[in-house]
């Protein structure tokens, strides 16, 4: 039988790595994008030239991401553009290239990974919220266009136990928030894991699925 292939952005990230492994693990093919080696998704025009060059897929994991503290009223232009265009933007181009291509088989489904600050937004978030809203309302009208036998989600994420590279909290802050969370935070093989059983639900699209400890039932 054929492999299953997965196209994974951010695959140097920590979702990415995790999900790459869980692939290699149920012995599917893996293609990966990361703006450090291969591909700046910010890039419409570079995204849709590398996508000629790569299988269809039956599943996308949406990894990648940018993240820094800004308060709204420190934003400068270019902080504003960095944190949406590394997000949202890059979304944005990866799923309409794939579209146009039609490189998302039958049967097939697009994850995308979105914060816990689209919802609960801390002081200094608002750039990174509002790319992981845009993210979320770009995965419902994929859901809508694509349907009835390709599908889209997308997973809202509190802190996870791997953090980002570039928000690292100090240990005090994470015994504060720990404490605020109704379990441990959720390891990123756990992640990944989800994100494969997903692929074998089939009649699930067009929503967020919150995964996040309960952080967002008792936030900050």
Same mark, same amino acid.
């Given at each position: 039988?054929?492999?299953?292939? %997965?196209?994974?952005?951010?695959?140097?990230?920590?979702?990415?790595?995790?999900?790459?492994?869980?692939?290699?693990?149920?012995?599917?093919?893996?293609?990966?994008?990361?703006?450090?080696? $291969?591909?700046?998704?910010?890039?419409?025009? /570079?995204?849709?030239?590398?996508?000629?060059?790569?299988?269809?897929?039956?599943?996308? #994991?949406?990894?990648?991401?940018?993240?820094?503290?800004?308060?709204?009223?420190? @934003?400068?232009?270019?902080?504003?553009?960095?944190?949406?265009?590394?997000?949202?933007?890059?979304?944005?181009? #990866?799923?309409?290239?794939?579209? !146009?291509?039609?490189?998302?088989?039958? *049967? *097939?489904?697009?994850?995308? &990974?979105?914060?816990?600050?689209?919802?609960?937004?801390?002081?200094?978030?608002?750039?990174?919220?509002?790319? !992981? &809203?845009?993210?979320? *309302?770009?995965?419902?009208? %994929?859901?809508?266009?694509?349907?009835?036998?390709?599908? /889209?989600?997308? @997973?809202?994420? *509190?802190?996870?136990?791997?953090?980002?590279?570039?928000?690292?909290?100090?240990?005090?802050?994470?015994?504060? @928030?720990?404490?605020?969370?109704?379990?441990?935070? %959720?390891?990123?093989?756990?992640?990944? !894991?989800?994100?494969?059983? #997903?692929?074998?639900?089939?009649?699930?699209?067009?929503? &967020?699925?919150?995964?996040?400890?309960?952080?967002?039932? $008792?936030?900050?």
């Amino acid at each position: 039988m054929q492999s299953k292939r %997965v196209l994974i952005s951010g695959i140097l990230g920590n979702i990415g790595t995790a999900c790459s492994a869980r692939a290699y693990e149920l012995d599917w093919q893996v293609a990966g994008i990361s703006k450090r080696i $291969n591909l700046d998704l910010c890039d419409w025009s /570079a995204t849709a030239a590398w996508l000629t060059h790569v299988q269809s897929v039956d599943l996308v #994991l949406m990894a990648h991401g940018k993240h820094h503290i800004d308060r709204v009223a420190e @934003l400068t232009e270019r902080q504003w553009h960095d944190i949406m265009d590394n997000n949202a933007t890059a979304s944005a181009s #990866l799923t309409s290239a794939i579209l !146009k291509q039609d490189k998302l088989n039958p *049967g *097939g489904l697009i994850i995308y &990974c979105t914060s816990i600050q689209g919802s609960h937004t801390r002081a200094g978030r608002g750039a990174y919220a509002a790319a !992981k &809203c845009a993210e979320e *309302g770009l995965m419902r009208a %994929v859901a809508a266009e694509i349907g009835p036998d390709k599908r /889209a989600l997308a @997973l809202r994420m *509190g802190q996870l136990e791997t953090q980002m590279s570039t928000i690292k909290l100090d240990d005090n802050e994470v015994a504060r @928030l720990q404490a605020r969370c109704y379990v441990p935070w %959720v390891p990123v093989a756990e992640v990944a !894991k989800l994100c494969f059983d #997903l692929y074998e639900i089939k009649h699930m699209t067009g929503t &967020c699925i919150e995964v996040d400890s309960g952080h967002s039932k $008792n936030v900050w």
